[in-house]
């Protein structure tokens, strides 16, 4: 069954640091979000691509987060420079396109910013 | 202003008991409401999902029930099992918008 993977799984990092996140959607998916879950929260979009492009980044930090989907495949989340608040599961999912019903989430990679 | 309102935030059922748990919405172009199961350590996965255009939808153990006229919708799961202990999640969207998700409610089905 195919899966939207995610790496690191884990990641500790000091405050003022550089993290990078790491998504690859199912295959042929074309719709790719990163979504941060706050401990006892629901998740957040953070970003949404469509292909290569973004269609939705309202809710994103951008003064120290960044995304990109160079090549409309697989996706990388980057925050610099990390802050304590940050610390949270950022989650990839992906859906086919013109389907964002059914989003498959990956596992997640769970940030802790000390 | 929080759009899709969970409750109840944990909850603990019996062995082959019954599990509801409520969400409450404000917007009414909302208009796909699925429910989302996460265990410890996952990503959340899509368990069940409903349209306003129909008041009930089950499949197996799992029923969502919606009324529209109170903006309100609910999952209820039949005969629970300890292995359905999990975070649940409510979410809401409209047209060309993402999911909004609820707070969550962390069910413990006990043996």
């Known amino acids: 069954e195919a899966e939207v993977a995610q790496s690191p799984r884990y990641k500790i990092t000091e405050k003022s640091q550089a993290v990078a996140f790491w998504c690859d959607p199912i295959s042929g998916h074309a719709t790719l979000y990163w979504y941060r879950q706050i401990l006892g929260q629901g998740p957040e979009l953070l970003v949404q691509f469509q292909d290569e492009s973004v269609v939705d980044d309202s809710q994103l930090p951008k003064d120290r987060f960044s995304a990109e989907r160079l090549k409309g495949v697989d996706s990388t989340l980057k925050i610099q420079p990390a802050e304590l608040g940050d610390s949270a599961m950022y989650l990839c999912?992906?859906?086919?396109?013109?389907?964002?019903?059914?989003?498959?989430f990956g596992p997640g990679t769970r940030l802790l910013v000390l | 202003q929080q759009q899709v309102k969970q409750s109840p935030q944990s909850l603990i059922v019996q062995k082959g008991g019954i599990s509801i748990i409520n969400c409450a919405y404000e917007n009414t172009a909302f208009d796909y409401f699925p429910w989302y199961q996460q265990f410890p350590g996952k990503g959340p996965a899509l368990l069940i999902a409903i349209r306003p255009d129909v008041s009930e939808k089950k499949e197996g153990r799992f029923t969502i029930s919606f009324n529209k006229s109170a903006k309100q919708f609910s999952l209820h799961i039949m005969d629970s099992q300890p292995g359905d202990s999990a975070t649940y999640f409510c979410a809401a969207k409209r047209e060309g918008s993402t999911l909004t998700f609820g707070k969550g409610t962390m069910l413990l089905v006990s043996p």
């Open positions: 999912a992906s859906s086919y396109r013109g389907g964002p019903e059914t989003q498959y």
